[in-house]
């Protein structure tokens, strides 16, 4: 019990130690009572099987450390949908039609479709990155371009701080 909730107990009126014999106690041992029956002390660690996060199982992963979304092992198994499909119950159901079939693709997941679609993504993000490294080395070029071209026209002594950076990396 910290020094605020003594004050509070003082200005209602309350003495703190029946305060605790009242209700931290209680709470304390129902507490004690439910670890007691759930939790089983032994004295040697037992040996738990565990995942073992290195091993690689040749997929996809979405984000950086989340568990791999596409596995390209494991293809028999049916992943269900994110969205809740709309077939309406009640009406008869004609498979072929194509509102049906619109229905149906609405709701399924291609994992083709997502593996090129993230294939895709790749290849734009490396583009990107690429592009963002040759433009700072094309600023970096024209920076030193201007450095060289201000020197030739005013001097080494155009601007001290500039001269005195250029001494201590020639």
């Known amino acids: 019990m910290d020094r605020f909730d003594k004050q509070i107990l003082q200005k209602l009126g309350l003495d703190i130690a029946r305060y605790k014999r009242a209700h931290v106690c209680p709470a304390q041992k129902l507490l004690d009572d439910m670890l007691g029956q759930k939790l089983e002390m032994v004295r040697d660690p037992i040996d738990a099987p565990h995942?073992?996060?290195?091993i690689d199982?040749?997929?996809i992963h979405l984000f950086k450390h989340a568990p791999r979304g596409i596995v390209f092992d494991y293809i028999d198994e049916f992943q269900q949908p994110r969205?809740?499909?709309r077939i309406l119950p009640g009406k008869e159901i004609d498979e072929k039609s194509k509102k049906f079939r619109r229905q149906i693709q609405s709701a399924a997941v291609n994992a083709e479709d997502i593996?090129?679609?993230?294939r895709d993504a790749c290849q734009k993000a490396l583009a990107r990155l690429e592009a963002k490294d040759a433009a700072a080395k094309a600023a970096a070029k024209r920076e030193e371009e201007r450095i060289a071209e201000l020197k030739r026209i005013r001097g080494e002594r155009w601007l001290p701080s500039i001269a005195r950076e250029m001494r201590k990396y020639p």
């Open 51 to 54: 995942k073992d996060p290195e």
């Open 57 to 59: 199982e040749g997929g």
């Open 83 to 85: 969205k809740k499909p």
């Open 115 to 118: 593996m090129a679609t993230a």
